[in-house]
């Protein structure tokens, strides 16, 4: 898992809610007692869910130091009676410690696309759930766009590729059948979907602020320093005729995919 740097992840963070909103609106539970966010980052969006559900308690799950370190201050208490708190742990080591029936609903919002054949882990997920409880998945979908081919393109070439090596590849993702149909086998009902958004973005090199803290962030922590700086130069006019500016601003195209399940 790569280092992330809340700070450069938060500059697009209103775009970044908007796929978290859409996921939660397709969860309809009534009053959940436990909520799990796996890969809260800083906790911001984790926050919204104690807000929804003010007698809940929500436990926001990160791998990453420097994300919690922004998430701990969100902790609170609401004034129903629930809370909001924060544990580092893999999500994969905390869905395994978890005993059945435990969880009203589990969230994962952008994270999952991290762990190497993730679908495996549905059957651990649905586990954790109480009857009646959901499971919601949102994960980027933009693996074949043209921001991370010219990332793979490149990183490819010298004087990057002996650094770089299997940073840079990154498996296809699952899209919302393969969703359907690991989950429906599990018997739980499943509503998956996928979406593109048309991010418009300002600034001189919009796409690469977006993509340097998030998918590019592995390659960029391989290369020693003074790489680092030559490879941003050439990746940033990549991305620049890849991303033409307009009057209104470039257009940033990002697919995601949606899985809602709720055990039956």
Same mark, same amino acid.
């Given at each position: 898992?790569?280092?992330?740097?809340?700070?450069?992840?938060?500059?697009?963070?209103?775009?970044?809610?908007?796929?978290?909103?859409d996921l939660l609106a397709?969860?309809?539970?009534?009053?959940?007692?436990t909520i799990v966010d796996l890969g809260c980052g800083t906790g911001e969006l984790t926050a919204t869910l104690l807000d929804r559900w003010p007698s809940a308690e929500v436990i926001?799950?990160?791998?990453?130091?420097?994300?919690?370190?922004?998430?701990?201050?969100? #902790? *609170?208490?609401? =004034?129903?009676? +629930?809370?909001?708190?924060?544990? /580092? &742990?893999?999500?994969?080591?905390?869905? !395994?410690?978890r005993s059945e029936?435990?969880?009203?609903?589990?969230?994962?919002?952008?994270?999952?696309?991290?762990?190497?054949?993730?679908?495996?882990?549905?059957?651990?997920?649905?586990?954790?759930?109480?009857?009646?409880?959901?499971l919601a998945v949102q994960i980027p979908g933009n693996h074949d766009s043209p921001s991370h081919e010219l990332l793979r393109e490149l990183a490819a070439t010298e004087?990057?590729?002996?650094?770089?090596?299997?940073? #840079? *590849?990154?498996? =296809?993702?699952? +899209?919302?059948?393969?969703?359907? /149909? &690991?989950?429906?086998?599990?018997?739980? !009902?499943?509503?998956?979907?996928e979406t593109t958004y048309f991010h418009v973005l300002a600034g001189r090199d919009p796409v690469w602020e977006w993509i340097s803290g998030t998918?590019?962030?592995?390659?960029?922590?391989?290369?020693?320093e003074d790489l680092r700086a030559e490879f941003t130069a050439e990746y940033q006019a990549r991305l620049r005729v890849a991303y033409p500016a307009a009057e209104h601003g470039t257009t940033l195209p990002f697919r995601r995919v949606f899985a809602v399940a709720r055990r039956t």
């Open positions: 898992m790569p280092h992330w740097d809340p700070t450069q992840y938060a500059v697009f963070a209103d775009d970044r809610s908007r796929p978290f909103d397709r969860v309809a539970a009534a009053d959940p007692w926001g799950v990160d791998s990453s130091p420097e994300m919690l370190v922004a998430a701990l201050p969100r #902790a *609170r208490t609401s =004034p129903d009676g +629930g809370r909001l708190r924060f544990e /580092e &742990a893999d999500l994969r080591d905390w869905v !395994a410690r029936l435990s969880c009203d609903v589990v969230v994962s919002n952008a994270a999952l696309q991290w762990v190497p054949d993730h679908l495996a882990l549905m059957p651990a997920l649905v586990r954790v759930l109480s009857p009646g409880g959901w004087p990057y590729a002996p650094y770089v090596g299997a940073a #840079a *590849r990154r498996p =296809p993702t699952p +899209g919302p059948a393969d969703y359907l /149909e &690991a989950l429906s086998a599990l018997g739980c !009902a499943v509503d998956t979907w998918g590019a962030r592995p390659v960029l922590q391989a290369l020693p």
